[in-house]
Nanobody
Framework: QVQLVESGGGLVQAGGSLRLSCAASGSIFNIGAMGWYRQAPGKQRELVATITSPGTTNYADSVKGRFTISRDNAKNTVYLQMNSLKPEDTAVYYC?????????WGQGTQVTISS
């Protein structure tokens, strides 16, 4: 089992920044890609960004140029730096990790952007 704990959410004004962190623990050997997803009220969960173990990244078009995903493999932690935040970025942000055939999710952290 892999446990994922997110932190860093909160309330900021439009144009502001937040940095989310997700720490993995438990059976972390062979963790592969990690990522961030988000779910706004009444909407489906959507991909925000992913990063492979070597560091290859992928972003949703809606966040390209504003968000940066990174990971520290020594700390088993993935980060999401979010800049130029918009009200439409408001959602619960979930950390995701893949290990062999399994996918793990964190409990989510609320991000609210006021206009």
């Amino acid at each position: 089992q892999v446990q994922l704990v997110e932190s860093g959410g909160g309330l900021v004004q439009a144009g502001g920044s937040l940095r989310l962190s997700c720490a993995a623990s438990g059976s972390i050997f062979n963790i592969g890609a990690m990522g961030w997803y988000r779910q706004a009220p009444g909407k489906q969960r959507e991909l925000v960004a992913t990063i492979t173990s070597p560091g290859t990244t992928n972003y949703a078009d809606s966040v390209k140029g504003r968000f940066t995903i990174s990971r520290d493999n020594a700390k088993n932690t993935v980060y999401l730096q979010m800049n130029s935040l918009k009200p439409e970025d408001t959602a619960v942000y979930y950390c995701n990790a893949r290990r062999t055939i399994f996918t793990y999710w964190g409990q989510g952290t609320q991000v609210t952007i006021s206009s």
